[in-house]
């Protein structure tokens, strides 16, 4: 299923669904880790945030209840390059995906991440909206705005 990610600024990223279905706004940012996802997901820190992965593959390991923050996601929306459809991890005990949708979270992927990030190291952190329901950009801008 098609996903949109607008900026208030103009930018959108063209990309697939992942996890839940529907539209979320938030502040955007990103996180540089190669590891530990599952943390992130459930940071309080990323409260209302819809956090970018820039390594290129998330979801490799899964998910488990021993990798977590706070018993609860905090986070608005979630954007990786590429979600590995398959955990390969002897705790895993569902994929990303599954987790995602578990836990109605929408999520981003097939987007050129680094793009997304060198823009708002560019521009600065700026709202952004993702949605699998309204998918043309100048309308999820105007959203964001």
Known sequence: MKAVLALADGKYFIGKSLGASGEVAGEVVFNTSMTGYQEILTDPSYHGEIVAMTYPQIGNCGVNSEDV???????????????????????????????????????????????????????????GIISTLDTDPQSLVEKAR
């Open 69 to 127: 923050e706070s018993a609860r996601p905090y986070l608005s929306g979630f954007i990786v390059r590429e979600s590995s459809p398959i955990p390969s991890n002897f705790r895993a005990k569902m994929s990303l995906d599954a987790y995602l949708k578990q836990q109605n979270i929408i999520a981003l992927e097939g987007i050129d991440t680094r793009a997304l990030v060198r823009h708002i190291r560019t521009v600065g952190a700026q709202t």
